[in-house]
């Protein structure tokens, strides 16, 4: 089994990074960096997905500013993926099209949601949840979930 090396802190002044290793040069590299931490992990989560549809693991480190100096958060994409699930489950019966076309439609609501939550990279527990959710309720109940984990993920003033 190949150690990894541990991630080195990033240089300069205290910001949102996010660091992804690269086992076949085994380096860190800085994959998204900015000073609010929404974007960079909005970033990890749209890497790591795209990392793991070509088939490889991802490796993440988030570091980010804490009382004035780097700190190394636990980042979501960081954590093992689950093992694949099976096939999903026959759908009741409509024609197919139809019931591929509404289902996707419903898995971009919540996907919309989800992110508005401020909830980016979904490990494969997530996206079977997300998935039971699109093939049990019907439109209406999928958009008003997808309302309220907006409404949860707004900016509280006060």
Do not use: N
């Amino acid at each position: 089994m190949v150690k990894r090396p541990d991630c080195p802190q990033p240089p300069g002044a205290p910001r949102w990074v996010a660091m992804f290793y690269r086992p076949s040069r085994a380096s860190w590299r800085v994959g998204a960096e900015s000073p609010d931490r929404t974007p960079v992990l909005y970033a990890v989560g749209d890497m790591a997905q795209t990392v793991r549809a070509r088939g490889d693991d991802v490796t993440v480190a988030l570091w980010g500013p804490r009382d004035g100096a780097w700190h190394r958060f636990d980042s979501p994409a960081a954590k093992e993926p689950a093992p694949s699930p099976g096939p999903p489950p026959e759908r009741a019966v409509e024609p197919v099209r139809l019931a591929e076309r509404m289902a996707d439609r419903r898995h971009q609501v919540l996907m919309a949601g989800l992110s508005k939550a401020g909830l980016y990279d979904l490990s494969p527990e997530d996206e079977l949840a997300v998935r039971a959710l699109v093939d049990g309720l019907d439109e209406p109940a999928v958009r008003r979930v997808a309302h309220w984990l907006a409404t949860a993920g707004r900016p509280r003033s006060g």
